[in-house]
Structure formats: C-alpha cells, structure tokens
C-alpha cells in the first residue's frame, strides 16, 4: 500500500472484495454492518466508498498485483504469439502463430459448420414459435 493511503480496517476489506470480483453493493455488506440498510442504501454508500481517492486508488493498485501475479494472460498470449509470427525462420510457425492471433482477434469467419448449426438452430427456434 502506498505510504500516503491510510484506510481503515472495513475499508480495506472492502477494497479486498472488490478485487475479488464482488460488486460494490456486496463489497459493501462484506466490509460493513449492513443489515438494517435498505438496497439503495448500501448501492449509495458504497458509491460513496469508491469516490474515496484512497479507496479507489487502493482498488487500482490491488488490481495492478493480482495483473502481475498471474501466470498467463490474454496481453501475454498475443505478445508471444506476435513474437513469433514476427521472429520466426520456419514458415509453419508464422502461420500458425498469425492464424491463432487472427482468431483471438475475432477476424476469423464462422466455419461452415458453424453457419449451418446457426441456422439449424434459428429454424428450429422459427418453427416452435
């Protein structure tokens, strides 16, 4: 935590469960004696809590550690990939390498057999209504 940031005990674990994934209503009632407040109640404090620069900026930082602590990403996937369509001698791995980059891009068409389940689908959806 950055030496400026001081949070309370209630606000780090809120900042805790929010990095977690929950949303900032639960985050809210995690962190939080919450129990006699209504929805709206908890969805305004805890919109409130992440207006707090300290809170928000705890948030940002504990994001930035888990980002670093995993082991594999969809940033690092490309790079590699990229790496290699870019570096490689053997023709086999460029292709290969650009085809895997193009469709982790979304720039591959559906495959045939793709389309044809669709409209399979659509048809049978069609009909029962």
Not at 44 to 68: H, I, K, Q, T
Not at 79 to 92: H, I, M, R, T, Y
Request: with cysteine; charged share 25%.
């Amino acid at each position: 935590m950055h030496p400026t940031m001081t949070l309370t005990i209630k606000q780090e674990n809120f900042c805790q469960a929010i990095v977690d994934g929950l949303s900032q209503s639960d985050a809210y009632r995690a962190a939080y004696e919450a129990g006699n407040m209504s929805d709206n109640a908890i969805a305004v404090e805890a919109s409130r809590l992440m207006d707090n620069p300290n809170v928000s900026l705890r948030v940002d930082e504990l994001r930035e550690d888990l980002e670093a602590l995993r082991l594999w990403s969809r940033a690092k996937s490309l790079k590699v990939l990229a790496e290699v369509a870019n570096q490689s001698d053997k023709g086999s791995e460029r292709v290969s390498a650009v085809k895997e980059l193009n469709a982790m891009q979304g720039y591959i068409a559906p495959l045939k057999s793709e389309s044809v389940v669709r409209q399979s689908i659509e048809v049978v959806f069609k009909s029962a209504n």
